[in-house]
């Protein structure tokens, strides 16, 4: 079993809707974690980054982490095709900061 | 400001042949990492510097594979006597202390 794990779609959306993406994970020493989007041929570009359980804003990008569930979600709202891409997400235990843990990646297609 | 820099951004060579893949990180950035990212694959750990020295090099998949960093900036990655099994895109990143990675574009190998 991965100790991360994510589906990797991929995820068809038409503009304008909510893109929903998860990952599960089975380490709690995991306490940080990451959101990157890879457009293809580019390396990962990092989303956002957090920390405690909870909910983060920033813009239309809303990530939550859930510690008790070991889940974690990011929200794109009002998605457009220039979001078309694949979506990492990542995370790092307390006791081994340079080592990221990656899931598979969710590609996801935002449709005109 | 710049971001981190990868060359080659393609490479292809022969089957048995020795490689060396270059990253330039971000200026001041004093923690480095390497990971290998196989087709349609999420990104694999290979090797993390803070500063010149190496504490993981767990993730380098055999003995044909060495890595060295430099006055705390530029990295090599070397893979000897190379396998089709090796083809795959190498992503280098950089981060601050206990920051977040930032990615550059890879270099994308292919052994024939």
């Known amino acids: 079993q991965k100790e991360v794990e994510q589906d990797p779609g991929p995820l068809s959306v038409p503009e304008g809707a909510i893109v929903s993406l998860n990952c599960t994970y089975s380490?709690?020493?995991?306490?940080?974690f990451m959101w990157y989007r890879q457009y293809s041929r580019k390396g990962p570009e990092l989303l956002m980054y957090?920390?405690?359980?909870g909910n983060k804003e920033d813009g239309r990008f809303t990530a939550q982490v859930d510690k008790s569930s070991k889940y974690i979600s990011l929200f794109i709202r009002d998605s457009q095709p220039s979001d078309s891409a694949t979506y990492l997400c990542?995370?790092?235990?307390?006791?081994?900061?340079?080592?990221?843990?990656f899931g598979a990646g969710t590609q996801v297609v935002v449709t005109p | 400001g710049a971001g981190v820099s990868q060359s080659p951004s393609n490479k292809v060579t022969e089957k048995g042949k020795d490689v060396e893949l270059r990253c330039d990180p971000i200026?001041?950035?004093?923690?480095l990492y390497w990971y290998r990212q196989r087709l349609g694959q999420g990104l694999e750990f290979l090797i993390y510097?803070?500063?010149?020295?190496?504490?993981?090099k767990s993730g380098l998949p055999s003995d044909r594979f060495s890595a060295e960093r430099t006055g705390e900036s530029v990295s090599t990655l070397t893979i000897q006597r190379t396998q089709q099994e090796d083809s795959a895109v190498y992503l280098c990143?950089?981060?601050?202390?206990?920051?977040?990675?930032?990615f550059g574009d890879g270099t994308r190998l292919s052994i024939l």
């Open positions: 990143a950089s981060s601050l202390p206990n920051q977040p990675q930032h």
């Open positions: 380490n709690s020493a995991f306490q940080y």
């Open positions: 957090t920390y405690s359980s």
């Open positions: 990542a995370m790092i235990p307390t006791d081994s900061w340079g080592k990221l843990q």
């Open positions: 200026s001041g950035h004093t923690a």
């Open positions: 510097f803070q500063g010149n020295s190496a504490p993981d």
